[in-house]
């Protein structure tokens, strides 16, 4: 089946810092991938999403490629902000009609 | 205007009651759907529904029920709560089966003591 697997947070980094978070993925056939973000006491929003290999996603400065020979969807930011301060969700779509999610990864970025 | 909205936000309860959790979603999407986030943040998938039509129903125990009136609504219905059950809940919406783009609302802390 499909899975989603992330690095462990929490991460943590000085305002300013370079950020990335892995993720890599396991599915059958040609997911989408997606990258949502959680802020404290929200729901989640999506980030970026990439349909098909060697798409970037982009938004808010935030970039992930669709690496489809590493099975990898990195999300990656030059200079965060202490308001991207929030936990990271990679997910995929693939061939059942649901979003599969990692575990999560919290981001804590201080002054 | 809220896109998906819940209610109520905070639910406690204690074990062995029956309460339910409300959603709507204005964004004239087909499909809805209900997660449960644990404390760990780890999220699961347990209902869709598709033009009020039930097409994901994961391995839930079956005193969840959920229940759609129509598309812009799915409400969830819980029997016997247990301490487990404790967890936040959110309903989601998409254009469509199998999107991925999905729009979740701010989510049900249910407390069972």
């Known amino acids: 089946g499909n899975s989603v697997t992330q690095m462990e947070g929490p991460v943590t980094l000085s305002e300013e810092a370079f950020l990335t978070i892995n993720c890599t993925y396991t599915?059958?056939?040609?997911?989408?991938l997606f990258w949502y973000v959680q802020y404290p006491g929200e729901g989640l929003q999506l980030l970026l999403k990439?349909?098909?290999?060697?798409d970037k996603g982009s938004n808010k400065g935030f970039e992930a490629t669709y690496r489809k020979e590493t099975t990898s969807f990195h999300l990656e930011k030059g200079s965060v902000q202490v308001s991207d301060s929030a936990v990271y969700f990679c997910?995929?779509?693939?061939?059942?009609?649901?979003?599969?999610f990692g575990t999560g990864t919290r981001l804590q970025v201080t002054l | 205007d809220t896109a998906v909205s819940q209610t109520p936000k905070y639910l406690v309860t204690q074990m062995g009651n029956d309460k339910s959790i409300k959603c709507e979603q204005n964004?004239?999407?087909?499909?809805m759907y209900w997660y449960k986030q644990d404390s760990k943040k780890f999220l699961k998938i347990m209902f869709s529904?598709?033009?009020?039509?039930?097409?994901i129903n994961e391995t839930v125990p079956n005193r969840f029920s959920p229940k759609s009136p129509d598309k812009a609504h799915l409400n969830l219905h819980i029997n016997s709560l247990e301490l487990g059950d404790s967890a936040v809940y959110f309903c989601?919406?998409?254009?469509?089966?199998?999107?991925?783009?999905?729009?979740f609302g701010p989510g049900t802390r249910l407390t069972v003591t």
């Open positions: 989601a919406s998409s254009p469509g089966t199998g999107s991925g783009e999905q729009y």
């Open positions: 599915a059958t056939g040609y997911p989408s």
């Open positions: 990439a349909t098909k290999a060697d």
């Open positions: 997910a995929l779509t693939g061939t059942a009609s649901k979003l599969t």
């Open positions: 964004l004239g999407h087909d499909t």
């Open positions: 529904y598709n033009n009020k039509e039930l097409i």
